[in-house]
């Protein structure tokens, strides 16, 4: 979670809460992540625009660590038969995408 994409030594700091309490927590449903928790209220500190307590950029980092493991080890689409097409041109694209450094 906090190495998928951006390297971060875990979630961070908000000013929601007391500094005693830095962690996420999480559901597991056979086995796999389904559910993430943290009592920081980060999507919340992510929406406070010109106050004292800004968005940081951390926050932001952590949320795109979020989205990118879950979409890379959620398991739950499979794209093996689709084709994108370019529906402008009308023509298909690459089935398989280039793999990412």
């Known amino acids: 979670m906090y190495r998928c994409f951006f390297s971060l030594g875990g979630p961070p700091l908000t000013a929601i809460t007391s500094p005693r309490t830095s962690q996420l927590e999480g559901i597991l449903i056979d086995g796999r992540l389904a559910v993430i928790y943290s009592e920081r209220a980060y999507v919340g500190s992510m929406t406070r625009e010109g106050t004292r307590w800004s968005p940081q950029l951390a926050t932001f980092k952590l949320m795109t660590n979020i989205i990118v493991y879950a ?22 694209l690459p089935a398989k995408p280039s793999s990412i450094p």
């Open 71 to 92: 979409l890379t080890h959620g398991g739950i689409s499979d794209y093996s038969n689709y084709t994108p097409i370019d529906f402008q041109k009308r023509v298909s």
